[in-house]
């Protein structure tokens, strides 16, 4: 459902019915989230997962797997991106933005274009984005306290497996945020840290909201007939399809990730 919402909020924003931007922080029990373009089997390993009680998810964003529990932190921005920009100039402002964040914690990291951001070599927080002419969703999991050592299980299979015609993650050692400040950090303390940081980046004052409406009830339509559904989260394949057809019949813009 949470995936669910972030295909929702973009798709109301490009057609215009949210103009303002939108700001998300959010966390999914244990789960294994493949990017839109990648072979889950390649990726995961689903015995491992089916074992721990993981699940496994597809977002409607690009990039790698990323691993989910109750320790990551996920943030999402939804607006528009500034016309002279590119994609991969956005990444960088938005993971500036959140190092920020995580320096007023104390934490000193580094950024690896496009999409990474790095403790000492290690990778605490990757970033993913879609795009199309009206708007642009980037969203990035950050590692606050997350089960790094059930991580490595559930994502085994990728680094034995070295050859696939879809998109293949790019794998680095995993850090957290609480053992690279080697003490206990709250995934609510990184949450008002990236607040302050966003307010202070955007010159704007951030009012909590519900979903809209509108919101609300397409992120239901597509858990109901995508997210929910092992054609979507396995294989990839239903929601494509079905894709392009609520484009064509809502106008849309097309996404491109």
């Known amino acids: 459902m949470n995936l669910a919402v972030e295909e929702a909020m973009a798709r109301v924003f490009s057609a215009g019915s949210q103009t303002q931007p939108t700001v998300r922080l959010w966390m999914n029990p244990k789960a294994v989230v493949v990017g839109r373009f990648q072979e889950a089997p390649a990726e995961v390993n689903l ?28 943030f999402t921005l939804v607006s528009r991106r500034p016309e002279s920009l590119s994609i991969v100039g956005w990444h960088e402002i938005n993971l500036r933005l959140v190092a920020e964040a995580l320096e007023l914690l104390g934490l000193h990291c580094s950024l690896s274009l496009p999409n990474s951001i790095l403790v ?31 991580l490595e299980l559930a994502l085994a299979p990728s680094k034995s497996i070295t050859s696939s015609r879809f998109v293949r993650s790019k794998w680095r050692p995993v850090t957290t945020v609480a053992k690279a400040l080697a003490k206990p950090i709250s995934v609510d303390e990184v949450a008002s840290s990236l607040e302050r940081s966003v307010e202070r980046n955007f010159g704007a004052e951030l009012d909590a ?3 809209t409406r509108e ?4 992120s239901k339509e597509l858990h109901a007939q995508k997210y929910s559904l092992n054609e979507w989260n396995l294989k990839g394949e239903l929601g494509l399809v079905w894709d392009e057809e609520k484009v064509k019949r809502a106008n849309h813009t097309t996404i491109a990730v």
């Open 47 to 74: 015995a491992q997962c089916e074992l721990s009680d993981v699940k496994v998810a597809r977002r409607f964003t690009g990039g790698g797997t990323v691993y989910h529990d109750e320790g990551t932190l996920n």
């Open 120 to 150: 000492d070599g290690r990778k605490v927080c990757g970033a993913a984005a879609a795009a199309g002419t009206h708007f642009t969703l980037w969203h990035c999991s950050i590692l606050v306290n997350t089960d790094t050592q059930l």
């Open 209 to 211: 909201e519900r979903l």
């Open 215 to 218: 919101e609300e009830r397409y």
